[in-house]
């Protein structure tokens, strides 16, 4: 449920830096819930990742902290282990706060068969993994994706998805919903969906998200005095837009609109930093703030979007409860004895639990991640829960960063391998590192530091050639540094040096950021692991 809204923007204008929610974070849904020390509150889409369907909170829009993750328990949602396309699992939700109670309500999609499974979590500790209840499976006759969940006057829940737009009236406790009754199919843009409706002098006002989430994009908006409708597209629509322009932030668009504690409007929307050729953006689809003004009785305003933007912000504040990680700030992960793994590093998929361990018995601070039978492309016969991915990453948040990690790995059998990955998706991933080579007889092994990509996500791209270097004698049995660095937003280098030594770094490959842009992962962005 909204706030009341103000007839005027309030507060002085500040500038801030866009995106907010940097890095794979699509779809955003946000809320404001003065109740809780007038904190915002957003989601985004997950996908494959796991533990998946994060939660966001912020006292000023502009420092915003990981403060919890929904989806956490393999059991939540065991469909997740399907060995499906790359662009399945858990798409755009809507996140709402109803007398006390935070309600998520998203959907779990796979294309073969086709048939969008809605969700519904719950809780009252936002910041707490194991305080989120469910997911409550709910109905879907619209069965289409997006869903959204309003709170009407009189007190009932109503749920629409993409496609129609379809609504239901919905039971939160059952999960049951009404046939849906169709409202309004936007402004003849393909691919109407992301719908969110708000209640606003005396109209419904629906926002939808239309023109596909890539450079057509747009948001727009209808209104009407009943429910049921008829809807009236606003005449300015689209009220949300990058298409047709040559703007360095493309594809925006799948918005959601809320109010602050002094009344003003904001805009949450997806954004991908790809100029007009969208030809490489290994960020992903990212979350935006643009801010907004809705006088009373009239259309909603929105500022298009920019890298640097000035609104009412609220005073900086970064008194944010919780353990999670500030969004826009590195790492030093030394996995402490007795610690967990931080809550933003994720696995493609529920993990096989066995092949992790935080500070292993005479190991102490240290992950260890053990083989799995396949290596990150997989195989036809890959089984995701029997065999696992001995694979872990965290977001790329920054388009110029530094990363490393220091291995201890002593290969005994050919192929055995380890190292990092610049990762998209399975089919699409620039990697560095230590694999036992066999010789042409098979009779010896040699460690070897191998730079190999896969592109076979993205039929066409090129890929740079595979090099590999025997492991020099005197590093062997000792910890060796391994490292990427983006040094422009094009470009990746990978390279190694013993940890010891990280100034004798050698350089084993360069490779484009287009290799993990799009093919099959369009809907995510860039890992590093």
């Not at 919905?170 to 046939?179: L, M, N, Y």
């Not at 450079?215 to 990058?242: C, D, V, W």
Request: net charge neutral.
């Amino acid at each position: 449920m909204l706030a009341k809204a103000s007839s005027a923007p309030s507060g002085h204008n500040q500038t801030y830096t866009n995106p907010i929610l940097p890095g794979w974070n699509s779809d955003p849904s946000c809320t404001f819930v003065k109740e809780l020390d007038s904190t915002f509150f957003c989601t985004t889409s997950s996908f494959l990742a796991f533990p998946g369907v994060p939660v966001y909170a912020s006292k000023d829009l502009v420092n915003w902290k990981h403060a919890s993750n929904a989806l956490t328990r393999p059991e939540q949602l065991p469909e997740l282990y399907f060995n499906g396309t790359q662009s399945e699992g858990i798409w755009a939700s809507t996140l709402r706060y109803h007398k006390g109670t935070f309600y998520l309500i998203t959907a779990y999609v796979t294309f073969s068969p086709w048939g969008p499974k809605i969700l519904l979590f719950r809780t009252t500790d936002p910041y707490n993994d194991s305080a989120w209840e469910g997911p409550l499976r709910v109905e879907n006759p619209g069965n289409d994706i997006d869903p959204d969940l309003f709170w009407d006057d009189d007190g009932k829940t109503y749920m629409s998805v993409a496609a129609g737009i379809y609504v239901s009236e919905v039971d939160i406790r059952t999960g049951a919903a009404t046939e849906p009754f169709k409202v309004w199919n936007g402004t003849g843009e393909r691919n109407p969906e992301g719908p969110h409706f708000y209640r606003k002098d005396g109209y419904y006002y629906l926002l939808l998200g239309e023109g596909g989430t890539e450079t057509n994009h747009s948001a727009t908006i209808a209104r009407s005095k009943s429910l049921h409708g008829p809807y009236e597209g606003y005449s300015g629509n689209p009220i949300l837009t990058a298409k047709n322009t040559d703007a360095y932030f493309q594809t925006v668009g799948h918005a959601d609109l809320f109010q602050d504690a002094s009344g003003n409007w904001w805009a949450a929307a997806l954004s991908t930093r790809s100029g007009p050729d969208w030809e490489i953006y290994p960020m992903g689809r990212e979350t935006v703030l643009v801010p907004m003004r809705w006088e009373k009785g009239e259309w909603p305003v929105l500022d298009r979007v920019s890298g640097r933007m000035s609104g009412p912000l609220p005073k900086t504040n970064r008194n944010v409860p919780g353990n999670g990680h500030w969004v826009d700030e590195p790492d030093r992960v030394s996995f402490l004895p007795g610690s967990s793994l931080p809550k933003h590093f994720a696995f493609w998929r529920p993990p096989k639990t066995s092949l992790f361990a935080v500070s292993p018995r005479g190991h102490p601070n240290t992950l260890r991640i053990s083989p799995s039978r396949v290596n990150l492309t997989a195989d036809a016969s890959f089984d995701t829960k029997k065999d696992g991915l001995g694979f872990i990453f965290r977001r790329q948040s920054s388009t110029i960063f530094d990363f490393s990690v220091d291995v201890s790995f002593d290969p005994k059998v050919a192929d055995e391998e380890a190292g990092i990955t610049i990762f998209l998706t399975q089919f699409q991933h620039i990697d560095l590192s230590i694999v036992n080579i066999a010789s042409k007889k098979g009779k010896q092994v040699t460690p070897t530091l191998r730079f190999r990509v896969e592109v076979s996500g993205k039929p066409g791209e090129p890929a740079p050639a595979t090099k590999e270097v025997a492991l020099p004698a005197s590093w062997l049995g000792r910890p060796i540094r391994l490292f990427t660095r983006a040094t422009s937003d094009i470009k990746y280098s990978l390279s190694a040096a013993l940890a010891s030594h990280p100034e004798d770094e050698k350089v084993l490959g360069y490779a484009s950021a287009s290799i993990v842009s799009g093919g099959s992962g369009p809907f995510t962005g860039k890992s590093s692991s």
